[in-house]
């Protein structure tokens, strides 16, 4: 394989010149040289050649003549076992992904393609020294919308932060959500546009991490016709877009300053004005911003405006990291792995309580969306259809080979840590009501809600438990 970056060579396996020539020009910024097979009998036979041999990567289409794309993989894998491979799949190609990587392809990467994810799942699979295994992240995110009673987590900050998002999604108020990578920022975003007064108006969503800076003004607010170069044609914004519904704005801390008070100013007015344009188009959209970066030290440093960050945050939380609710781990692995057993291409999946123990070890540095990516490897990878923690050896190495035991503090049922906290910081125990108030959230969380339930496993009527609730000060949706 190439050793250096500027020597790494491609090959797309594409039958529309078009997309071929997209692909190529797309690497090329990357610093890849691509060669193009236009099916997939053409791609393996040129695996034989000079520049088959110096290949470092396949990226292949699933709309390539030949072969089904999982005899391709498969086939390219019996040739050359170690070549990586992503495979492009149709927006709701999950099925096609499921069956390729079961066949032995690397990653996928979903239409349309961001460029900036295809150059990423590149530099991924062909990196040494990174996570391997199941540990190896995925680009794609396995996007499915939850409402707020399928959001899985019983840890006091985690509930709280629930709270704060259920009773902002009644009201028609910006909302600001804090939290590194992964925490489930936007999982929380689309739920509060689906249980709020908007939910029939459109969603529309904003990377600004994976939009050029000086084209995040021209997508929020649209441009004319010759605004700027390459403003070949006039352009409407997302801001409009979601007219009557909300904007998702994703990594809004990678907004430059400029668009930063042209967005203060459709704040305080409610008004859009396209770029290069004179005119006024009044916009009706509740804005949602996350923000993976702490804004006070961004405002400190002046880059990001405390008017825009007030005026983003009238209801604002902070999703905890995985490892600050580690009890979580056991239910939220449970649940992630029935919804990936409810896609495409996949059945039905257990999973030991050797597996979670191990699971619930881990620090998860990616939080929510690595064990997500961890889960749908070993799903994907497994022969059976129970996951046990033989199919974690990732992370069993990464662990040193042990499972950590529950940390002092915390309350465990066999062996599993499950996030009550005993102590207070000065070392004393917490009162009963609130170690009582704690625990009765955990089973609602557990539970989904389901009051019967819950009482039913807390040993009391339902009667009680919603006097308990009453009495504790405990809203349901918390």
């Known amino acids: 394989m190439a050793s250096t970056r500027d020597t790494r060579t491609v090959m797309i396996v594409d039958s529309e010149p078009a997309q071929q020539r997209f692909l190529s020009a797309l690497v090329s910024r990357g610093g890849w040289r691509s060669v193009v097979a236009g099916d997939t009998d053409t791609a393996l036979a040129k695996l034989g050649t000079q520049e088959g041999m110096a290949l470092d990567a396949v990226i292949v289409d699933q709309g390539a003549p030949g072969m089904p794309m999982h005899e391709f993989v498969a086939e390219l894998r019996r040739w050359r076992p170690a070549l990586p491979l992503i495979v492009i799949t149709m927006r709701n ?190 916009v009706d959209v509740r804005i949602i911003a996350t923000s993976a970066s702490p804004l006070d030290k961004l405002i400190e440093a002046g880059h990001f405006r405390e008017d825009l960050y007030y005026a983003l945050s009238t209801a604002q939380f902070t999703l905890p990291s995985l490892s600050e609710r580690r009890g979580d781990v056991g239910s939220l692995a449970r649940h992630l792995i029935a919804r990936i057993g409810g896609l495409p291409g996949m059945s039905p999946l257990g999973v030991t309580d050797d597996a979670l123990r191990l699971l619930a070890a881990y620090a998860w540095p990616g939080n929510v969306r690595q064990l997500q990516d961890v889960l749908f490897r070993a799903a994907v990878a497994s022969k059976t259809d129970v996951l046990t923690a033989a199919d974690f050896r990732a992370i069993e190495a990464a662990l040193g080979g042990g499972n950590a035991p529950a940390s002092e503090g915390e309350i465990a049922i066999n062996g599993e840590a499950i996030g009550v906290t005993l102590y207070l910081p000065d070392g004393n125990l917490r009162p009963l009501e609130d170690i009582e108030a704690d625990v009765i959230r955990l089973a609602i969380g557990h539970y989904r809600g389901r009051m019967s339930e819950v009482a039913r496993r807390l040993g009391i009527g339902r009667s009680t438990l919603y006097r308990k609730l009453s009495d504790l000060g405990i809203d349901t949706a918390a």
């Open 93 to 282: 190609g999950v099925e096609v992904a499921v069956s390729a990587m079961r066949a032995g392809a690397s990653d996928f990467v979903q239409k349309p393609i961001a460029p900036d994810r295809l150059l990423e799942a590149l530099d991924r699979v062909v990196a040494t020294g990174g996570p391997q295994g199941e540990l190896r992240p995925l680009t794609e995110k396995l996007r499915a919308p939850l409402a707020f009673e399928e959001i899985i987590g019983s840890s006091p900050n985690f509930r709280s932060a629930l709270a704060i998002a259920a009773k902002a999604a009644r009201a028609r108020v910006p909302v600001m959500i804090n939290g590194r990578p992964g925490t489930g920022k936007e999982v929380f975003a689309r739920a509060i546009h689906s249980a709020s007064p908007r939910a029939r108006g459109q969603l529309v969503m904003v990377d600004c991490s994976a939009v050029s800076p000086g084209l995040i003004g021209s997508g929020l607010f649209g441009h004319e016709r010759g605004a700027f170069p390459g403003a070949f044609d006039r352009q409407v914004g997302r801001l409009v877009q979601a007219d009557g519904g909300s904007i998702i704005i994703d990594h809004v801390e990678c907004i430059p300053l400029e668009t930063q008070a042209k967005l203060v100013e459709f704040l305080n007015t409610g008004e859009v004005q396209m770029i290069g344009g004179t005119i006024r188009q009044s």
